[in-house]
């Protein structure tokens, strides 16, 4: 599985976009992007995923890059419940093993 | 969200404890997961189930013994456990094949070991 790179924290204000970036420079063809969100003491929670083409869904949207080297998840209203730490994760979609790392932590502010 | 539910959700045992971890989902998916995430570390996958068979197994230690017997039903056996085992336990399920990457997580049991 590709190693994703993630920055450590962002913050973000209340109301505006937020966008998390994520690369992941040795992934795989048959890899796709996941992202997960984890809010404080619970499960994580399943956002979005795309292979190449850009995705939308009511919790976000995520941009591959044509060369699918980076991602960028964008959250177009931030509140202050999606504090979280957001994981980016490149795998199989077949063996189902996701490699989690530490992910960026995402503050949104009032 | 109720599509995965564990419990109990708080456990607290001894060394010599023997105790066991119930995951069951509801979305009618036919592989389970078992993580662990212990304070300030990232989720580590432990063992995976598909079609109630085990098809991945990290390497875990076996005073941790993990039970699929349909399904819908994940159990994670412990005994004679030790301090550093004291972490967030988390169960997820997802569809097999296509589907494996996209998991839908319960809300844990948070395991603490004395």
């Known amino acids: 599985d590709a190693k994703t790179t993630q920055p450590t924290s962002m913050d973000c204000a209340e109301g505006r976009a937020a966008n998390l970036p994520c690369n992941h420079s040795?992934?795989?063809?048959?890899?796709?992007v996941y992202w997960y969100r984890q809010i404080h003491s619970q499960g994580p929670q399943y956002i979005i995923h795309?292979?190449?083409n850009n995705e939308t869904n009511e919790m976000a949207s995520l941009i591959i890059t044509e060369d699918r080297k980076s991602s960028t998840l964008i959250l177009p209203h931030a509140t202050l419940r999606d504090t979280a730490v957001y994981y980016c994760?490149?795998?199989?979609?077949?063996?189902?093993?996701?490699?989690f790392g530490q992910g960026t932590t995402l503050q949104v502010k009032p | 969200e109720t599509g995965v539910t564990q419990t109990p959700r708080h456990l607290v045992m001894g060394m010599t404890n023997k105790k066991s971890l119930k995951c069951e989902q509801h979305?009618?998916?036919?592989?389970m997961y078992w993580y662990k995430q212990s304070a300030k570390k990232p989720l580590e996958l432990m063992f995976v189930?598909?079609?109630?068979?085990?098809?991945e197994n990290n390497s875990v230690p076996s005073r941790f013994s993990p039970e699929c017997p349909n399904s819908s039903h994940l159990f994670l056996h412990l005994h004679t456990l030790q301090p550093e085992d004291s972490a967030l336990y988390l169960c997820?399920?997802?569809?097999?094949?296509?589907?494996?990457?996209?998991?839908?997580f319960g809300p844990g049991t948070r395991l603490t070991v004395t």
């Open positions: 997820a399920s997802s569809q097999d094949g296509a589907g494996g990457g996209e998991q839908y």
């Open positions: 040795t992934i795989s063809g048959n890899e796709y």
């Open positions: 795309g292979l190449k």
């Open positions: 994760i490149a795998g199989s979609s077949n063996t189902g093993k996701l490699i």
């Open positions: 979305l009618g998916h036919n592989a």
């Open positions: 189930y598909s079609l109630e068979e085990r098809v």
